[in-house]
């Protein structure tokens, strides 16, 4: 049994385990009103009312063990009533707060899928890469579709001379180049420059059609 109160206490409370702490907070209530039904018979002598008579003896007329034990249990079960009510409370407040976290993870949850359904479309794939070129080098390959080159992307890319200017003004320089591999974004580095072959990169570009 300890094993799985434990077991429970690790998946954090249950709507159940609230629905049971109920039912032993009534069924306590149902056992207090009870004892106190036991005092009002005797003569409605109630928690406080007087045992002994004028004189100091035991009253006659009610029945004084049944009377101190209906009195001892009220006290015990009020106590173990008070206990119950903090464990309920303190049982939704963790209830409430497992609700909560569920559906921040439920609202995040798109947040984080977002970028991968809404990519940005490519406006030019790469269809050869001369090994050795600055775009070897930089880890282009053949079949990257490129969403970023520098300053151009997606949104303003008119024709392949927007490219040829970013490429001219930026000899020696590193560009920041984004392209789609595999359905994943994939960021590199590529500094255009003169090496053996044509050009300052070193691969071919091709227009993507939309």
Known sequence: KMTEEKNNKNLGITVEDVQNLIKKKDEIEEQIKAYYDVLEDQKGVGMEGPLVDEEGYPRADVDVYQVRTARHNISCLQNDHKVLMLQIEE????????????????????????????????????????????ASMAGIHVGDEIIEFGTVNSVNFQNFQNIATVVQHSEGKPLSITVLRNGQKVHLGLTPQRWSGRGLLGCNILPVRR
């Open 91 to 134: 049982a939704l407040h963790q209830l409430h707060e497992q609700e909560r976290a569920k559906r921040d993870k439920a609202e995040v949850r798109p947040e984080a899928r977002e970028p991968e359904n809404s990519l940005p479309q490519p406006f030019a794939r790469v269809d050869t890469v001369t090994p050795g070129s600055p």
